[in-house]
């Protein structure tokens, strides 16, 4: 998933909303309340031109560094670092991605079934820098630092400190982890860091499919179901360079079928985690 998990760019130039032009029109009034052009700004920053304009448009999401900055420059009696929580869109978040992303992050039960990549919610930060690097078009230094850092950033909501914890159920291809993506290196502490995922979160549960498995419900891809706090489910599917939210009931209904099919056909988390253990031991 290119939140998403898999390695495509995950359009660092968001689509305008709302936030964002807001912010731009802040960031615009305190610029000019200076005295000071766009380039006058962007030489004291510095930052490109062209990035400043930008954001002022509402068609770049600015840095925490460069929202810091500002508020130093235009003494913005933090203003801007105020506006800049409100912002709905996430740098290294894939434009597809960011409306799951908001489901995701309120979602009191989350189910991922993944048979192309760990899912983002599980990844080290070599393993997610392997994924970056695996697809086409390679990403630039900021791209992605912004990705490994948004996908970071997401698991958080893996803590057991929330309340209440969300609970996760997380189906993966043994295959995935098979391809050793990324090499030994990389692929072993992956190991080491599922093992701890399983081992210190009671609010996860972790399944492998076995790579045989004559009867498999997932054969039409990747799925994810969210149930958000008033108890309403909603899915999503991703493929190349897209991405769909499903809010049908009669699809979600489908989909929901198709994962309590799944839990059925997987290994059960106790096998699960043994087999995870003796893949990290034979490396």
């Known amino acids: 998933m290119t939140d998403g998990t898999g390695g495509s760019p995950g359009c660092s130039e968001p689509e ?30 510095p930052y490109s031109v062209q990035t400043v304009a930008k954001i002022e448009q509402g068609r770049r999401f600015p840095q925490p560094d460069f929202v810091g900055r500002a508020e130093e420059v235009l003494d913005a ?19 597809w991605f960011r409306q799951w992303a908001r489901f995701e992050a309120e979602a009191v039960s989350l189910y991922t079934y993944e048979c192309r990549v760990v899912p983002g919610l599980l990844q080290t930060e070599a393993y997610a820098r392997a994924v970056s690097f695996s697809v086409p078009p390679l990403p630039d230094e900021q791209q992605l630092s912004e990705r490994i850092a948004a996908r970071l950033a997401r698991q958080d909501l893996l803590a057991t400190s929330r309340k ?12 995935v982890l098979e391809r050793h993506t990324g ?12 093992v701890g995922v399983v081992e210190r979160h009671w609010n996860v549960e972790f399944q492998l499919m076995p790579s045989r498995q004559p009867v498999h419900a997932g054969l039409d891809g990747p799925l994810q179901l969210a149930e958000t706090p008033e108890r309403r489910w909603y899915g999503y599917s991703e493929g190349q360079k897209n991405g769909r939210l499903i809010t049908d009931l009669k699809e979600i209904s489908v989909l929901q079928q198709r994962y309590a099919k799944m839990r059925s056909q997987a290994l059960t988390p106790e096998d699960s985690l043994g087999l995870l253990k003796r893949m990290r031991g034979a490396l």
């Not at 009696?77 to 434009?95: D, M, T, V």
């Not at 090499?183 to 599922?194: A, K, P, Y």
């Open 16 to 45: 305008v909303s709302d936030s964002l032009k807001t912010f731009g029109e802040v960031f615009k009034a305190f610029r000019k309340r200076a005295g000071l052009t766009q380039e006058d700004f962007a030489e004291l920053v």
């Open 77 to 95: 009696f933090g203003a801007l670092r105020g506006a800049a929580r409100h912002l709905s869109r996430q740098p290294g978040l894939a434009s």
């Open 164 to 175: 209440p914890p969300t609970a996760f159920s997380f189906i993966v291809e043994q295959a």
């Open 183 to 194: 090499g030994e290196d990389v692929t072993r502490d992956l190991f080491d860091h599922l």
